[in-house]
């Protein structure tokens, strides 16, 4: 249940560093964006195997 609320309190602050680094141009930034929507689709999986975990 905690490990749960963790992974969807990680999955909304990624959310968020995506939408506020998304507009932005400089090199650094866009790369960081980049990483961040990878660990983002990280989370949603892990997220998602943590739910199929506690329902078995």
Request: glycine share 6%.
């Amino acid at each position: 249940m905690a490990a749960i609320s963790i992974l969807e309190e990680m999955e909304l602050l990624f959310q968020d560093i995506v939408y506020q680094l998304g507009s932005q141009k400089a090199q650094a930034i866009e790369e960081l964006c980049e990483v961040s929507r990878k660990v983002l689709e990280n989370i949603v999986i892990v997220d998602n195997q943590v739910g199929r975990g506690m329902i078995n």
